[in-house]
């Protein structure tokens, strides 16, 4: 079973914005649709775990429970931080593996420790205006803290494999969207959320990841979003993308970041939205790097033979 995507797809986005997954209608897809909507309801608490492989690659995508509050606080100790988010799943992963074992995975634990735990003139300036803003709220005092409050993160992924990892470096290739628009077979699919606190109600921090799966290609998006209601909306996104046979991945990370008040012309429905407010935000940071793939030793040795 699987879906396709498509540029004719009743859903207009997907015509622009192939971060987007909309396929089409067929019995399968709106299963799929709802499995995944009810999984974003339901914030993980059910526990599920799905296994797909993909070439010499084995995709897993592991929901469990928001963690324990005794387990919370002794990460909070261990990180240096006055608190953590609300709802923090300490055990969901989205993990991409090779055969030899190498490969990249996202989860909670290591997204938090890119969290800044000192005072940062920015972040700080930002909670006053935000206190400011909140003035007659009964938590409005509790923002300006020792430590990024926001939880912002700039986590691109934790490398993994215990004697071969691949090697980042940086450079000027950037993902072909445009390629990722094409009509092709849906393989698999999901999504994963890592944490999420909602800012005593005014406003959200949350990180989610997402991948598909195609017959020559995967592509997965990690977004950190952050809105504080009548501050500033920003957005950290991670995009992931290999083509079968090929001997890299490519990673890239942007960051976009606006205060509410840059946003007047823009409708304040499409604030909640990351996918439809990320185009109005203004671009501050973007990275491109290669993840090299490590020679395996055969290969090693026919390459000396070469030579």
Known sequence: MRCVFTKTDSALEMKTNPDLHSPTPDSF?????????STMMSHGFKSSKQDFTFGPWRVTAARNHIMKSKDIERLAEEMNLPSLPEMLFGDNVLRIQHTDGYGIEFNAIDALRRVNNMEDAVK??????????????????????????????????????????????????????????????????????????ELHDHGV??????????????FLLLRFF?????????INDTR??????????????????????ELKDVPAALY??????????????????????PLMQHETAVND???
């Not at 996918?275 to 990275?287: D, V």
């Open 29 to 37: 897809c709106v299963s799929l649709m709802l499995a995944s909507l």
């Open 124 to 197: 700080v300036a930002c909670a006053q205006e935000w206190q400011e803003s909140r003035a007659d709220s009964e938590h409005s005092k509790e923002v300006v803290r020792p430590y990024d409050w926001t939880y912002t993160t700039d986590y691109r992924g934790t490398l993994i494999g215990e004697s071969l990892q691949m090697k980042a470096t940086k450079t000027a290739e950037r993902i072909d969207m445009e390629k990722l628009k094409a009509r092709e077979q849906i393989m698999f699919f999901d999504e994963v959320l890592l944490f999420e606190d």
């Open 205 to 218: 921090s949350m990180i989610s990841v997402k991948i598909r799966v195609m017959p020559t290609s995967f």
């Open 226 to 234: 952050l809105r504080v209601d009548g501050v500033l909306i920003r």
């Open 240 to 261: 992931l993308y290999h083509e079968a046979g090929k001997d890299f991945m490519l990673r890239e990370f942007s960051t976009r970041e606006s205060k509410v008040a």
């Open 272 to 293: 909640t939205d990351p996918n439809e407010i990320a185009q109005h935000l203004t671009l501050k940071l973007t990275e491109s790097e290669r993840l090299e793939l």
């Open 305 to 307: 033979v070469l030579q």
